[in-house]
């Protein structure tokens, strides 16, 4: 499995913006869909963008398109999330994950992905 270790996250107003990366170590990055997910206090782990191993398909949810970005470099191993427009039903832990098997397939299911980070917490005070 890879490794992953997200950073970025924070405190930032409404409105406001944050750039998150995920930084990878221990596979093949570049054989990887990627993908966001975040996590609100009392709710299930929700979709937010998933990024193929090239980085020339994306797929977003619907909360987050037009406000968020995804991009990757296979180069650096790391793939980053950068949010604007930030509202409060933003605020949530943000993980990064990997697919390892599915290949050209982008999925949005949580269960599909087989590593995780840790996690990175933002919160859109407003």
């Known amino acids: 499995q890879v490794q992953l270790v997200e950073s970025g996250g924070g405190l930032v107003q409404v409105g406001g913006s944050l750039r998150l990366s995920c930084a990878a170590s221990?596979?093949?990055?570049?054989?990887?869909?990627m993908g966001w997910f975040r996590q609100a206090p009392g709710k299930e782990r929700e979709f937010v963008v998933v990024?193929?191993?090239?980085?020339?398909?994306?797929y977003f949810a619907d909360s987050v398109k037009g406000r968020f970005t995804i991009s990757r470099d296979n180069a650096k191993n790391t793939v980053y999330l950068q949010m604007n427009s930030l509202k409060p039903e933003d605020t949530a832990v943000y993980y990064c994950?990997?697919?390892?098997?599915?290949?050209?397939?982008?999925?949005?299911?949580?269960?599909?992905?087989?590593?995780w980070g840790q996690g990175t917490q933002v919160t859109v005070s407003s």
């Open positions: 994950a990997a697919d390892s098997t599915r290949g050209v397939v982008l999925s949005t299911t949580p269960a599909d992905f087989d590593s």
């Open positions: 221990g596979g093949t990055f570049s054989s990887y869909p």
């Open positions: 990024i193929s191993r090239s980085g020339g398909r994306t």
